[in-house]
């Protein structure tokens, strides 16, 4: 099934950014080793908009700044269910796979830090994950956004199966 991409326009919202990682990258020249700068930053407004993203520079401050602003550009809408997720999901990217299963309150994020990081500026506050098969942040971070993306609410699993939402209890 393809996953409706819900991008939403910044307009309005509140965002709070946090840089997952930043990397330095050499490049042999002649004269040397020039190095250059790469990070990769969240946004969000711990109520339901994450956004990520990521910038390349020759300064640190300029790449974060670069990865910021091209978060903004690519911001989501996630349906949560309160502090948790509505529902069980698996999200991919290449060799990367994040398990998230919901949790009762109280229970915290268990989650690494690149996980963390995304489910943190989406408002979740309640959840269990896994991560499996790669451990680079930029893949575990497009795997978890990809898993937030796959989840739906109540009314649009009852429109989807065509039915009224009390029936889907049944």
């Known amino acids: 099934m393809k996953i409706k991409r819900r991008r939403v326009k910044i307009d309005g919202i509140e965002l709070s950014d946090k840089v997952v990682v930043i990397n330095r990258v050499a490049k042999v020249v002649k004269g040397g080793r020039r190095f250059s700068f790469n990070a990769l930053s969240v946004v969000g407004d711990s109520d339901g908009h994450v956004g990520i993203g990521f910038g390349k520079a020759n300064d640190v401050p300029d790449a974060i700044d670069k990865s910021k602003e091209d978060a903004k550009k690519n ?3 996630i349906n949560l ?12 990217f290449k060799s990367a796979k994040v398990i ?8 915290g994020i268990i989650a690494g830090p690149s996980v963390r990081a995304v ?3 989406a408002g979740v506050s309640d ?3 896994k991560a499996q098969g790669s451990r680079n942040p930029m893949n575990l971070v497009k795997a978890t ?3 937030l993306l796959q989840l739906r609410s109540l009314k649009e699993a009852a429109d989807v199966r065509e039915v009224p939402i009390s029936k889907l209890w049944e």
Do not use: Q, R, S
Not at 81 to 92: F, L, M, S
Not at 100 to 107: H, R, V, Y
């Open 100 to 107: 998230m299963k919901p949790a009762a309150p109280g229970t």
């Open 81 to 92: 269910n309160k502090t948790t997720i509505p529902h069980e999901v698996v999200g991919k």
């Open 145 to 147: 956004l990809d898993g």
């Open 75 to 77: 911001v989501y809408k």
């Open 119 to 121: 489910l943190e500026k």
């Open 127 to 129: 959840i269990l994950t």
